[in-house]
């Protein structure tokens, strides 16, 4: 795997080591060159849904997606009515130097539905199940959940669609690594995806594809589309569901296992990877790409690794050296939480963000 300095590798699209790093870092960095190469001015959409008191945490979020990534982005921001203002306010202080758009969407379901979706899980939650009827121009995005923290190129994750076969159509990481601590295989009352389900808190969709399918299902034996099986679905398993719209999703590619791509986890390192101990072994070797802050712990003290992350992020200065001003201090901060699980494998936080800086600024010097 690919690790220490790197330098330029045909472009600045993508950077390999100086070290010799074997053939799977070869094809793995030859693959994603090829997919950038032919693509080149793509825009990567990126949504998010936003209720509550989400606004400085969703902000965080877009800013750690800015910081690092190379292709264009485009922000689909779902938000409740009083947060517009808000996000406007905010996002037009950006300097995105012409990297970045942003589009904000009231919080819509469909109307003779409307109710029971809004109260499914959390508020608002179940709308990243109707993006792909909402957003009918868009071919593919990104979705995340608000408390997700990108530690390299958002376009390393997109570049994941070429990866997809002819029948996938999303990409989502497991639920768990270790199944003695699942959830799923352990408590679950409906199907669920592989043997510990799947967290939806990051999604990849080839949304034209989702659009075009036609899904297995136990309701009925005729294959039912994205838009006609979501009520049913609800309506069969709603006793029975804990996650709302994640159990939904885990039934759904339960019986269409063909459709899915599966991350790896280092894809969307939550708590439950390093709480009982470390079990990612990815992001031990490669560190964490994606970090996702579920249970609250960015606000809380309970998990000192993930706020200091979070903080570190959300207080850094557009434009500023990025390690001095960001890695420096952070991993200072990280050595103070060493007295819990997480902290003892602080360096699998940083190991990957010092790794994406040191590209930022390779990239930079070759203008």
């Not at 949504?47 to 008191?53: F, I, P, S």
């Amino acid at each position: 795997r690919c690790k220490n300095l790197s330098v330029s590798f045909w472009n600045s699209y993508w950077m390999l080591p100086s070290d010799v790093c074997g053939m799977n870092c070869f094809w793995e960095a030859a693959f994603r060159y090829d997919y950038m190469k032919t693509h080149p001015s793509e825009k990567m959409h990126l949504a998010v849904v936003a209720c509550g008191e989400r606004l400085e945490e969703t902000v965080t979020m877009l800013r750690s997606a800015i910081i690092f990534s190379i292709k264009p982005l485009h922000f689909h921001i779902f938000a409740e009515d009083q947060l517009h203002e808000s996000f406007k306010d905010i996002l037009d202080e950006f300097p995105y130097e012409g990297k970045v758009n942003y589009t904000l969407y009231p919080i819509t379901f469909p109307s003779e539905s409307a109710a029971e979706w809004k109260k499914l899980f959390k508020p608002c939650a179940s709308q990243r199940l109707f993006l792909p009827l909402i957003l009918k121009n868009v071919d593919s995005l990104l979705y995340v959940d608000t408390d997700i923290l990108f530690l390299r190129p958002v376009d390393d994750i997109w570049s994941f669609l070429g990866k997809f076969n002819s029948t996938q159509i999303a990409a989502m990481a497991p639920e768990h690594e270790e199944p003695r601590i699942g959830w799923y295989n352990r408590f679950a009352r409906h199907p669920y995806y592989g043997v510990t389900g799947i967290n939806s808190g990051v999604m990849l969709m080839n949304m034209t594809r989702i659009r075009r399918k036609y899904f297995k299902n136990d309701m009925t034996p005729v294959r039912l589309q994205w838009g006609e099986i979501l009520m049913p679905l609800l309506k069969k398993y709603k006793l029975n569901i804990t996650w709302g719209d994640q159990d939904l999703l885990n039934i759904m590619f339960f019986h269409n296992p063909e459709s899915l791509y599966v991350f790896p986890c280092q894809w969307n390192y939550r708590p439950d990877h390093c709480i009982y101990g470390s079990n990612c072994k990815a992001a031990e070797e490669e560190g964490i790409f994606i970090l996702h802050g579920n249970r609250g712990v960015y606000h809380d003290d309970k998990q000192p690794t993930f706020r200091a992350i979070y903080e570190a992020i959300k207080n850094y200065s557009f434009g500023d050296d990025l390690f001095h001003s960001l890695l420096q201090p952070l991993e200072q901060e990280l050595q103070q939480t060493m007295h819990t699980y997480c902290g003892r494998v602080y360096k699998v936080f940083i190991k990957q963000l010092t790794k994406s800086i040191r590209d930022l600024y390779a990239r930079r010097s070759k203008g």
